[in-house]
């Protein structure tokens, strides 16, 4: 079954420093990759996702994320976090086939934004 | 512009208790899913839907059940509350389809069991 990890809980970074959230997934075949942002009282809203073709893709709000398969990774950047920023986020990976458009979700990264 | 609604923003109810939660979409999508969002855990898959009265178990669903009538609403019950389902509830959409396609999400549900 597939799975994905987020290793930071919880991260801290100040407002125009630059952002990186880690995800690293475990399934055989190619996955499909989604990265999500929950703000404060919000549902989740996508960022951007990954099906196929150029490793680099670009999001909303100035996010991109760059697919690694040789380290199964699919890490989120930001080149200069603003405080609306502060979020929780969330990488998932999808399934094709049969699955429904399943997603699993990893544990999630809080993101503080000091002034 | 897209929408998912969620029928409460807010529940308490005792333990015992059934409970319904609702929640309606207006895209037309044949998917609908119910999570649970902890603490460290992420979201996890409690019951999904991918046709009007059509329902598949997701990883969690002990304790839960669901019903879709019609297209746009899925429910989720809880037949006798317990306080180990305090938790967020989330609610999403998506159409069918390789590659999975976004899934829209509800504001959410916070239950408190007491």
């Known amino acids: 079954a597939q799975s994905v990890t987020q290793p930071d809980i919880h991260i801290t970074v100040s407002e125009g420093a630059s952002l990186e959230l880690r995800c690293n997934y475990s399934?055989?075949?190619?996955?499909?990759l989604f990265w999500y942002v929950q703000s404060p009282g919000q549902g989740l809203q996508l960022l951007l996702k990954?099906?196929?073709?150029?490793?680099l893709v670009q999001g909303i709000k100035g996010f991109e994320a760059e697919f690694k398969r040789s380290q199964s990774s699919f890490n989120l950047r930001k080149p200069s976090v603003h405080w609306s920023d502060a979020a929780e986020y969330f990488c998932?990976?999808?399934?094709?086939?049969?699955?429904?458009?399943?997603?699993?979700f990893g544990q999630g990264t809080i993101l503080t934004v000091h002034p | 512009d897209v929408k998912v609604t969620q029928s409460s923003r807010y529940l308490v109810k005792r333990t015992g208790e059934k409970v319904f939660l609702e929640c309606v979409q207006d895209?037309?999508?044949?998917?609908m899913f119910w999570y649970r969002q902890d603490p460290g855990l992420g979201l996890r898959l409690i019951y999904f839907?991918?046709?009007?009265?059509?329902?598949e178990k997701g990883d969690i669903p002990e304790g839960y059940s669901v019903s879709r009538e019609k297209k746009e609403r899925f429910s989720l019950i809880l037949e006798s509350a317990s306080t180990n389902q305090t938790s967020m509830y989330l609610c999403?959409?998506?159409?069918?389809?390789?590659?999975?396609?976004?899934?829209?999400f509800g504001p959410g549900t916070r239950l408190t069991v007491l």
């Open positions: 999403a959409s998506s159409f069918p389809g390789t590659p999975p396609d976004t899934q829209y």
């Open positions: 399934y055989g075949a190619t996955p499909y």
């Open positions: 990954y099906f196929s073709g150029d490793t």
């Open positions: 998932a990976v999808g399934l094709g086939g049969t699955s429904y458009g399943k997603l699993t």
């Open positions: 895209m037309d999508h044949e998917n």
């Open positions: 839907s991918y046709d009007v009265k059509m329902k």
